[in-house]
């Protein structure tokens, strides 16, 4: 009989988004002899490989937009009623969890764990009316809540938010230390000139990040800053309207789009500024890893207080002033921003994927 406990991880699929990059850094980073992390995923990803050589299992079922309503369902019960062999369920879907886990339930799985990493629903207004009904399930079928950030607990969880287990997006500490050897090599890789001013921006292409918002600003601020470059890392469907708005707006000399990447620790090395007006967030990973770089954020107002590390790097802006967008830019341009080394204090206050490893292990293995 296998001694090592494995917990079902549910997700749509393993690609670089927040809630999956603090997953793998976990996985990482636990004792894979004591805990092993599987997945249930509906779609390939890019970490899929990694999974299998760390030991993870992935099952695949075809997610609600291919199946409906009723043949997802179909589709996860029948997953759960040939896989009774988990006692711990972890979904990572926000509202589409109640559904997910209202199977697990069914199929007696005694851990049920929703996670929120989000403060609200993306998709059209029928899909965001489905989630809104799939999440009523959520307290009902649930056995434990936990969420990136209070504004995310009670997002998903209302109520019942007094109860959330708040699991901080921890990073890899040592990855983020600046280092300026790190940062000449990236920005000749990157065929950066040495003063230009480097804007960064990860993140995937939808409507949530507001892409169109940061190019229209960014257009403006050149005629300020024309030795500015904006750096944009990540995918996604809204891509060739970003793509086309670059152009029409004739700044393609002045913006990179990178694609997906592996080495976002080695990119905010190269960054002098990130930039960040999602229109809603839980808790970014990315804001955290650009603190963990030393690197000044400008990010929008609605994003929580939580992610501000008190290293004085984070200006919240609102996103109907865009000319407070532009001059706070060109303050920070202006600065002589020397980098601080912060991993320290990341560490301190409970930022590193070591501390937050080490909590979520002890969590599973108690139950």
């Not at 307290?139 to 809540?145: F, I, K, N, P």
């Not at 984070?314 to 865009?322: A, F, I, R, T």
């Amino acid at each position: 009989m296998e001694k090592t406990l494995r917990v079902l991880h549910v997700v749509v699929n393993m690609n670089r988004g927040g809630a999956e990059t603090l997953l793998m850094n976990l996985f990482r980073n636990i004792d894979r002899t004591k805990v092993q992390f599987d997945f249930l995923t509906c779609k390939e990803g890019v970490f899929d490989e990694e999974i299998k050589a760390l030991g993870g299992k992935i099952h695949r079922i075809p997610y609600i937009t291919d199946l409906g309503h009723f043949g997802y369902i179909k589709a996860l019960e029948q997953f759960f009623s040939t896989n009774k062999n988990y006692k711990i369920v972890h979904s990572h879907m926000d509202k589409m969890s109640g559904i997910v886990l209202r199977a697990a339930q069914k199929y007696k799985i005694p851990v049920r764990i929703a996670h929120s990493h989000n403060t609200n629903s993306e998709g059209s207004l029928p899909a965001k009316i489905y989630k809104w009904y799939a999440g009523r399930n959520i307290l009902s079928s649930a056995t434990h809540y936990f969420a990136c950030s209070t504004a995310a607990g009670k997002w998903l969880y209302g109520d019942k938010a007094n109860n959330v287990r708040i699991l901080k997006n921890g990073i890899e500490c040592d990855q983020f230390k600046f280092i300026p050897e790190i940062r000449k090599q990236v920005r000749e890789e990157l065929q950066l000139e040495e003063a230009s001013f480097v804007i960064g921006h990860v993140g995937r292409f939808n409507q949530q990040k507001n892409h169109a918002f940061l190019i229209e600003t960014f257009a403006k601020l050149i005629h300020d800053i024309p030795n500015a470059t904006l750096l944009l890392a990540g995918d996604g469907p809204l891509r060739l309207e970003i793509e086309k708005k670059i152009k029409d707006l004739n700044i393609e000399g002045n913006v990179k789009l990178l694609g997906i990447r592996s080495d976002i620790h080695r990119l905010f090395q190269a960054i002098d500024l990130f930039v960040f007006p999602s229109f809603h967030e839980g808790l970014p990973v990315t804001l955290i890893e650009a603190q963990g770089a030393g690197v000044p954020c400008v990010i929008s107002d609605v994003i929580t207080k939580e992610v501000d590390m008190g290293l004085e790097l984070v200006n919240y802006l609102p996103l109907d002033d865009q000319s407070k967008w532009i001059s706070t830019i060109k303050s920070v341009a202006t600065k002589n921003n020397l980098r601080i080394n912060s991993t320290t204090y990341l560490s301190k206050k409970g930022y590193d994927i070591k501390n937050t490893a080490e909590w979520s292990q002890g969590f599973y293995l108690a139950l």
